[in-house]
């Protein structure tokens, strides 16, 4: 009764038509959560988009009544307010309420947006708190409409993310799924201010998926479209930063915007390092953090009263310097003023973005560039309005290293083709700098100062790409089915054979199962047992072609260390462990990252010496 016990019987049928339908189901069941998650993307797409134009009006309300004490939902800039001295309180006491709501709400509504919906995606499971859908709005038309310097796309952008999260937590999905939605609703979001769903389709990869697969771009990108379709509808149908058309450019004047970009590249690094080195600063402030967005307010509006363009969202200011006729000090005055208010009030962990203001500060240092540049040397080509395009996307670019989403973004808000060359120069010179002398970005320093680690590349994944055939499976020594537990213990002890586990095959050869060793030695097993009776057999076969991915989800599935390698006619072709899959896993990685060289040229000089020798001689 005891050997009945412990005896496993095993009947084991495995074929390829078993492996071809748990495939195919399995396709088709990705497909139709493909259909299911797309279809939500587009319902969150469709609300976002009218959340973003109400986020817009809520801006035009309280900047209205801020600054000129009516109550009208259509956009006045702050910069023409008549207030005196009083505009420098104005942004304080926004500071404070949006202090009271983070202390009272949530301290999630504090800073830009995207490094928290990041955060949240790398260690939260893409789950946001569903009060942020209603808290960040509010609390940032606050921010901006009492004139912070920040742009509505931010705002947007996490507003999205968190009503994308919402939903993903109201259904019964994974959480690779609601990191999909997520990213769709964020991304949707900034669609829908700037009309751009190609650029927010890149921003969604570089910032926020990490990944590019059908299943994930799919979603957002139908998210975008539908983000970008209400863009034109609520708002306007032209490029959001109209912009007089430029020509092609010579080579003389791509490789000054190239110059250009790299020099913007540097600023970008430098812009980061100050905008952490303010913030770090508010950190040792001897009072609590609610009060820290209302001292950044006073000083917003200190610069305000000498700079009144630096006030509020500034979508007008990145129009006026696209559109080249503003003076060289005009410009500069721009760029490093609201750079610096636009510094103070995100390091004093108020609620804002960071797109507009960095396109607005690269925007105006591209164009000094280029005012410089044309003044020096008139005859060289370079455009203005060219220079201040190209710096915009340089700037975020090299702040933000989001490289596609940079350039597509730039061609997608102005339409402007020939920029296109320009854009393609800067933002790579820009990258490089960005790469090789900063660690993090600005997307990235705030989560990584926790620990939090940022995925920095897209490559396929080796469990993927490698198969079983490229791992040494081996069969090693096979016991037979009709064999017992003495025989085999006999024949293990005779050849010193201490491999883990074995193949049991039946007498024609076919595969019966797996037996580990610690069961052949086990003390509580009769000796006259056929092995058969301890075998185990996986529920599905592994072929020499499968993929190592597949055979890994299959040991973790079933608790098994060890898995046949399955021939035609359910013949044993050999095994594969994990022990294995690990191995060819690290020899795979060590084999890419080894420097050697295929073709030696002193090899190739010395063989054709000896041609010339060997024809000179028979010559002679």
């Known amino acids: 009764m005891e050997t009945k016990q412990n005896a496993i ?63 009208d939902a259509s956009f006045h800039s702050p910069a023409n307010n008549h207030l005196g001295l009083w505009v420098i309180v104005i942004p304080a006491i926004g500071g404070i309420i949006v202090g009271f709501m983070a202390l009272y709400g949530s301290k999630a509504i504090r800073g830009h947006g995207i490094p928290e919906a990041m955060e949240q995606i790398l260690v939260n499971k893409s789950k946001i ?29 996490a507003t999205g993310g968190a009503l994308g999260s919402t939903f993903g937590q109201l259904f019964k999905i994974s959480p690779n799924e609601r990191k999909i939605i997520l990213a769709a609703g964020a991304t949707a979001g900034m669609s829908a201010i700037f009309g751009t769903p190609i650029a927010a389709v890149f921003l969604a990869i570089e910032l926020l998926l990490f990944e590019f697969s059908p299943k994930a771009i799919l979603p957002v990108a139908l998210a975008c479209i539908t983000g970008a379709a209400g863009h034109h509808l609520l708002f306007e149908a032209g490029p959001v930063f109209p912009m007089p058309d430029v020509d092609a450019p010579s080579n003389t004047a791509l490789a000054v915007y190239s110059i250009i970009g790299l020099a913007i590249g540097f600023i970008s690094l430098g812009l980061t390092k100050i905008v952490y080195f303010i913030e770090d600063s508010f950190e040792e402030l001897p009072i609590h953090w609610m009060w820290w967005p209302a001292l950044g307010g006073l000083a917003v509006g200190l610069i305000g009263y000498f700079a009144p363009h630096t006030l509020g969202v500034g979508y007008d200011n990145i129009i006026s310097i696209l559109s080249g006729t ?31 203001p960095l396109l607005t500060i690269g925007g105006a240092a591209g164009a000094a560039f280029g005012a410089l540049v044309h003044l020096i040397f ?24 989001a490289y596609l989403t940079s350039i597509t973004f730039a061609l997608e808000a102005t339409m ?125 076969a592994v072929k020499s072609n499968d993929p190592l991915k597949r055979v890994v989800e299959i040991m973790a599935e079933e608790s098994v260390e060890v898995l046949p390698v399955i021939a035609a006619g359910n013949t044993i072709a050999g095994k594969i462990s994990y022990k294995e899959i690990l191995n060819t896993y690290y020899h795979y990685i060590d084999e890419n990252r080894q420097e050697n060289t295929q073709i030696s040229l002193k090899r190739r000089r010395l063989k054709m010496a000896v041609r010339g020798r060997g024809r000179s001689k028979t010559k002679s």
């Open 129 to 157: 708190k569903p009060v942020i859908t209603f808290l960040k709005p509010v609390s940032s038309a606050i921010a901006i409409g009492t004139g912070g310097p920040f742009g509505a796309e931010g705002p947007i952008i």
């Open 416 to 540: 402007q083709s020939h920029a296109l060359l320009p854009l393609l120069g800067a933002c790579t010179a820009s990258y490089l700098v960005s790469f090789f002398l900063m660690e993090n970005t600005i997307m990235t320093e705030k989560i990584a100062r926790r620990g939090v680690y940022t995925p920095d590349s897209y490559e396929p994944d080796l469990l993927q790409v490698l198969t079983v055939a490229d791992v040494d499976n081996k069969v090693g020594e096979t016991l037979n089915s009709n064999s017992t537990v003495a025989e085999v213990r006999a024949l293990l002890a005779a050849n010193n054979i201490t491999q883990s586990f074995f193949v049991v095959i039946n007498n024609d050869g076919t595969y019966a199962g797996m037996v580990s060793l610690s069961d052949i030695y086990n003390h509580s097993i009769s000796a006259g047992l056929a092995i058969i009776n301890l075998t185990r057999a996986s529920k599905q």
């Open 9 to 71: 019987p095993v009947s084991p049928s495995l074929n390829d038509l078993y492996n071809f339908k748990s495939g195919l189901k399995g396709t088709r069941q990705m497909k139709k959560r493909l259909i299911f998650i797309s279809t939500v993307c587009i319902l969150i797409a469709c609300l976002i988009s009218v959340i973003a134009k109400g986020l817009v009006y809520l801006i035009n309300i309280v900047t209205n009544i801020s600054f000129y004490g009516m109550f």
């Open 326 to 356: 503003l003076s060289l000090m005009l410009i500069v005055r721009l760029c490093f003023f609201k750079f610096l208010s636009w510094a103070i009030a995100l390091g004093s962990g108020t609620s804002g973005g960071t797109l507009a």
């Open 378 to 401: 008139p005859d060289a080509g370079v455009s203005i309005p060219m220079a201040a395009l190209i710096g915009m996307a340089a700037m975020f670019a090299g702040a933000s290293r």
